[in-house]
């Protein structure tokens, strides 16, 4: 008690020296955990980025009577796609998901948006006819 020495004096458990907070257990643990929730909230971000591209799809052609609302969703979805890409690239940097799968998801999500896109262009071929 009482006693004033640095943390860099101070020696953890084995005898190694404590250079900073990173050395700690503590702290190794608590951002191992942390980790390992921002894997599953980044992973849980791209699911909900993925279904809310098909769920826009879906409200999208359910409001094809009204032409700007059906653009609107369409783009609503063109940007959760863009969204899930982003996510994506996070995973992969992360290392959660491989190079090579993140390339194949990317070119389907590039496919999805050239084909709402050209729906987009396209509106009045989707649109229901009012009598």
């Known amino acids: 008690k009482g006693r004033n020495f640095s943390v860099s004096q101070k020696k953890g458990r084995m005898g190694e020296k404590i250079q900073s ?41 359910r409001k094809r009577r009204y032409k700007s609302a059906f653009i609107a969703k369409l783009s609503d979805a063109e940007s959760e796609a863009c969204e899930t890409q982003v996510w994506l690239e996070f995973a992969n940097r992360c290392g959660y998901i491989d190079s090579i799968m993140t390339t194949k998801i990317n070119s389907n999500y590039d496919q999805i948006i050239g084909q709402i896109i050209r729906m987009i262009e396209k509106v009045d071929k989707w649109l229901i006819r009012q009598r």
Not at 29 to 45: C, G, H, K, P, V
Not at 54 to 61: S, V
């Open 21 to 61: 907070y990173k050395d700690l257990k503590v702290y190794q643990n608590a951002m191992n955990t942390a980790m390992e929730i921002f894997r599953y909230s980044l992973l849980d971000q791209i699911r909900r980025s993925s279904r809310s591209v098909c769920a826009n799809i879906a409200e999208a052609w």
